[in-house]
């Protein structure tokens, strides 16, 4: 067997062997990009195997529209094109990145832009959308407040965080994972724990591991009727999470509110973590005028 033949087989027996040297060429010429940028929480994923994987819990179907919010490098860029989507918005704040990567993979609409300062909302125009990201560790938290409570007609939503984050974005109520940005995403979306992710498929390296989670819009009828309201609620509640429901909720108390908690059967000693997203919601509606929101 002639040693092309040969090598031909090796590639037709790895069905991401021409993504893959694609992503390890950008790697290997990594010097032509400029310095990671720690004002930017840049930790650039180099592992095309990992890239795939995110991508696939994507489901992108032929025809679907994909945001990507922060693209970086591109190393989950050729996997998205590959999937075919009818169109792929990438929104990039560094601007070099925003220009090579418009400039290497003509398939992408490159915006540049700053997906903190964004109003959500607009997503809605894109109905069915599929967002996609690998957010830096300091703006991962705030972004998918905003986006879960902002966008409810988006199809599915695959990030890669922080894994420390990821097991309190996917915390059920009454465990120490579960906190504000549990009880907030969960009551907009639906969170699933995907997989974890190692520091070695990064350039740099963080110092702590990573995991991808995936997020569903709950239906209109499941979300929040005062979003305000709950927000300045959960504040409350979870900046004094160590005390009992009975100490944080003494300025609020009435027979309404003991009518409440009597009928869902919630005890004065439970704790703010003791709540469901659906409950913490109804009891944001009670307190809504004292609230202040």
């Not at 549990?182 to 498929?201: H, I, L, M, N, Q």
């Not at 009992?244 to 003494?250: A, D, N, P, R, S």
């Not at 009518?259 to 004065?268: M, P, Q, Y």
């Amino acid at each position: 067997m002639s040693r092309d033949r040969r090598a031909g087989e090796r590639r037709a027996a790895r069905p991401n062997a021409d993504l893959s040297s694609e992503v390890g060429e950008a790697e290997e010429g990594s010097e032509a990009y400029g310095r990671p940028k720690r004002s930017l929480g840049q930790n650039f994923l180099s592992d095309p195997n990992t890239a795939a994987k995110i991508v696939a819990a994507l489901a992108i179907a032929p025809g679907d529209v994909v945001v990507e919010i922060g693209p970086g490098r591109g190393a989950l860029t050729p996997f998205i094109l590959k999937a075919r989507p009818a169109a792929y918005l990438a929104l990039e704040k560094d601007r070099d990145l925003a220009v090579r990567l418009a400039r290497e993979h003509p398939g992408a609409s490159v915006a540049m832009t700053d997906a903190l300062r964004l109003d959500w909302r607009r997503l809605d125009r894109l109905p069915g959308a599929r967002v996609i990201g690998n957010l830096p560790y300091n703006i991962a938290s705030p972004l998918l407040w905003d986006l879960c409570a902002g966008a409810a007609a988006f199809a599915r939503g695959v990030f890669m965080v922080q894994h420390e984050v990821a097991r309190r974005l996917a915390a059920s109520p009454g465990g120490r994972e579960y906190g504000a940005l549990s009880a907030w995403v969960g009551s907009f979306a639906r969170v699933e724990y995907c997989f974890k992710v190692p520091p070695t498929v990064f350039r740099p390296r963080p110092k702590v591991d990573s995991a991808v989670v995936a997020v569903t819009p709950r239906p209109a009828a499941e979300r929040p009727a005062e979003p305000a309201a709950l927000s300045c609620l959960l504040k409350i509640l979870f900046s004094l999470r160590r005390k009992q429901l009975g100490g944080i909720l003494k300025a609020f108390r009435d027979a309404e509110l003991d009518a409440w908690l009597a009928e869902k059967g919630i005890s004065e000693r439970q704790r703010p973590e003791d709540l469901s997203p659906p409950q913490l919601s109804e009891l944001s509606i009670l307190l809504k005028k004292r609230l202040g929101s």
